[in-house]
């Protein structure tokens, strides 16, 4: 079963976990981490460490984080680099993205990265309004 990790700036993070448990219920092995203001980024990569010791060694982590290029994201990416075998690492969180990952736990990590990618990306549209007929009345 894939583990994750969902990790922004402030409660985004725990907020949107707890969104996606009352729609799919309580997951096991997810973890929300945040990075409170003026928090250093030593104590963000403590926390992720502890989230992992949560975790069976052997399990697959995907961590989902809120920004790219954001502490989150470059601490996290830290980590992944040094576990590329049985870590991933996906910015642009969303609900469609984190509904997804439920649904793609027993896949290989490969493709459940493809799929939330997609998934991410599919969550965000606009809604088109039909255009009212302006006829020469």
């Known amino acids: 079963m894939i583990a994750y990790i969902v990790a922004s700036h402030g409660d985004f993070a725990k907020s949107i976990v707890k969104s996606s448990w009352e729609i799919f219920g309580k997951q096991e092995k997810v973890v929300s981490v945040a990075l409170e203001p003026d928090e250093d980024p030593k104590k963000l990569l403590t926390n992720y460490q502890t989230a992992l010791k949560g975790f069976d060694q052997d399990d697959q982590v995907i961590f989902l984080v809120d920004l790219f290029g954001?502490?989150?994201?470059?601490?996290?990416?830290?980590?992944?680099?040094e576990h590329p075998d049985r870590m991933a690492l996906l910015t642009g969180l969303n609900l469609a993205m984190l509904s997804e990952a439920y649904v793609v736990r027993d896949q290989s990590l490969k493709d459940a990265v493809l799929r939330l990618e997609e998934s991410a990306k599919s969550g965000v549209r606009h809604l088109e309004l039909p255009e009212e007929d302006k006829g020469d009345d």
């Open 70 to 81: 954001g502490t989150p994201f470059n601490v996290a990416g830290q980590i992944v680099a």
